[in-house]
Nanobody, 112 residues
Framework: QVQLVESGGGLVQSGGSLRLSCAAS?????MGWYRQGPGKQRELVAT???????TYADSAKGRFTISRDNAKNTVYLQMDSLKPEDTAVYFC?????????WGQGTQVTVSS
């Protein structure tokens, strides 16, 4: 049974920082973060391959950094210069071939 344990969400003021973590119970080629804001559809934030190649949504470029520790099967999302519009539930997703799994989500709230 796949387990994805997310942590690091919380309440932060505008301009602040948070670091999200997602620990998987196994190795996955691709790991990433998505988010769903109030009344919005779920959207990509950033993904990273096992080799370290990262992709970012335009909204995340220059402010967020995705990284992973393959030895720990863990993906991180460092979020800096947070804005109120970053408020959302952030979900971890892992993919290998036809298999993909989602975490339960962690709430990030940015106050103005």
């Amino acid at each position: 049974q796949v387990q994805l344990v997310e942590s690091g969400g919380g309440l932060v003021q505008s301009g602040g920082s948070l670091r999200l973590s997602c620990a998987a119970s196994g190795f996955y080629l691709n790991m990433g973060w998505y988010r769903q804001g109030p009344g919005k559809q779920r959207e990509l934030v950033a993904t990273i391959t096992s080799g370290g190649t990262a992709t970012y949504a335009d909204s995340a470029k220059g402010r967020f950094t995705i990284s992973r520790d393959n030895a720990k099967n863990t993906v991180y999302l460092q979020m800096d210069s947070l804005k109120p519009e970053d408020t959302a539930v952030y979900f971890c997703r892992v993919v290998s071939g036809f298999l993909n799994y989602w975490g339960q989500g962690t709430q990030v709230t940015v106050s103005s």
